[in-house]
Nanobody, 113 residues
Framework: QLVESGGGLVQTGGSLRLSCVASRIMHGSSTAAWYRQSPGKQRELIAELTSGGTTTYADSVKDRFSISRDFAKNTVYLQMNALKPEDTAVYYC?????????WGQGTQVTVSS
């Protein structure tokens, strides 16, 4: 299905790039998204990329994170810059088309102060 990678431990102000590889060819009309979940909190949508190329970001990550996709590699990316301790969470990739939604297993990102 979907396999995320790229998480890890980074210092405040550092950068990471998460990758999400789809085992099947990504549907051309799918919407790709990244969510994150911190302990004790609900899973939140932080970045979304529609099939038409429209991106939206949560206010908490706007101007720091960037979502992109490479159809040739069946991969969705999340570039994260200027990381803060409050960005610490498990990050999940999601692909959806009408009637179907697929999730990855998550990758841990920890930002030390």
């Amino acid at each position: 299905q979907l396999v995320e990678s790229g998480g890890g431990l980074v210092q405040t102000g550092g950068s990471l790039r998460l990758s999400c590889v789809a085992s099947r060819i990504m549907h051309g009309s799918s919407t790709a998204a990244w969510y994150r979940q911190s302990p004790g909190k609900q899973r939140e949508l932080i970045a979304e990329l529609t099939s038409g190329g429209t991106t939206t970001y949560a206010d908490s990550v706007k101007d720091r994170f960037s979502i992109s996709r490479d159809f040739a590699k069946n991969t969705v990316y999340l570039q994260m810059n200027a990381l803060k301790p409050e960005d610490t969470a498990v990050y999940y990739c999601n692909l959806r088309i009408p009637g179907n939604s697929v999730w990855g297993q998550g990758t841990q990102v920890t930002v030390s102060s």
